[in-house]
């Protein structure tokens, strides 16, 4: 059987094949936050089924397509449409994207998605930065024997989200008029929301934001030795003593809201990268 080296080699050769670019920055744009592909100077734009390996989406707002090309001055790769647990992936197909990108030459990973907020001082379509992460999952994408030309057996977690790279989006935020917050994002499985229950737990726990997505990208990438800088737009309110139910447009209309202001975000904080 072949290994998940010698897939990503394949997949790597599948988009050289259709894009000569050195990319420096990959980029998973999550639910509702395609938007951003419209900014990036396109060079190729590959199907995710045109590449070897790489899992299909299914989730509504998910294009699945890889768009490689620049935005502001830095070659970059963007997932438009990532995997989820959820959709009965494994974590190591989910996180395969990430590997496929460090491999191409990406050093830094920008990852975005749309989170429920659970700190009661954000509001709809709020632009929250990471800083720190909790995993709920009941995986795990680098459980197995460690491939060590991928990375090491124990990677490290004491600052998975560049701080440089934080303040730099918090700094550009208020340059373009808005406040972006600062917070603790928790993966949990999905796909049922939670329970009042669970968010009173979260809250507890020192979660800010809550996804189905994101951590197990974030492990992969620190493990393949890349940067990380993510953010989440806050798409619904998890407030356990007035809790609402959520419905799906609305997610995906706070995500429009919110991508419109990532859209002007990510260029700044691209420029900070490089
Ligand atoms: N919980 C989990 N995932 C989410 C939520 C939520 O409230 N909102 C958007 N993604």
Redesign the pocket.
């Known amino acids: 059987m072949q290994g998940l080296y010698e897939q990503i080699q394949e997949a790597v050769a599948a988009i050289q094949g259709k894009w000569s670019g050195k990319p420096a920055v990959g980029m998973i744009l999550g639910t509702g936050l395609g938007g951003l592909v419209e900014q990036i100077r396109q060079e190729a734009t590959i199907p995710y089924q045109e590449i070897p390996h790489f899992p299909h989406s299914t989730a509504p707002g998910h294009a699945g397509r890889l768009v490689c090309g620049e935005l502001a001055g830095v070659s970059i790769v963007a997932m438009e449409g990532r995997f989820h647990y959820y959709e009965g992936y494994s974590l190591q197909q989910v996180t395969f994207p990430v590997r496929v990108m460090q491999a191409l030459g990406v050093k830094t990973l920008l990852v975005t998605n ?3 907020g659970i700190n009661p001082q954000f509001e709809l379509a709020d632009i929250v930065v990471l800083e720190d992460h909790i995993n709920l999952m009941p995986d795990n994408p680098l459980r197995g024997v460690n491939d060590d030309r991928l990375g090491p057996r124990w990677p490290d977690l004491c600052e998975p989200y560049q701080k440089s790279l934080v303040a730099a989006a918090q700094r550009a935020a208020v340059e373009l008029g808005f406040q972006a917050h600062k917070g603790v994002f928790v993966a ?1 499985p ?1 796909p049922n ?2 329970t009042r229950a669970e968010y009173r737990m979260l809250k507890a726990m020192g979660a800010d934001v ?3 997505s994101t951590v197990p990208e974030v492990l992969v990438a620190i493990h393949a030795g890349l940067k990380v800088v993510g953010f989440s737009v806050v ?2 309110l ?1 407030l356990p003593d007035c809790l609402e139910p ?1 419905e799906v447009p609305k ?1 995906l209309e706070n995500a429009a809201k919110g991508g419109a202001k990532l859209a002007r975000l990510i260029p700044k904080v691209l420029a900070a990268i490089s």
Do not use: P, R
């Open positions: 749309a989170a429920g949990v999905g929301l939670e809550v996804g189905m798409t619904d998890c959520v997610i």
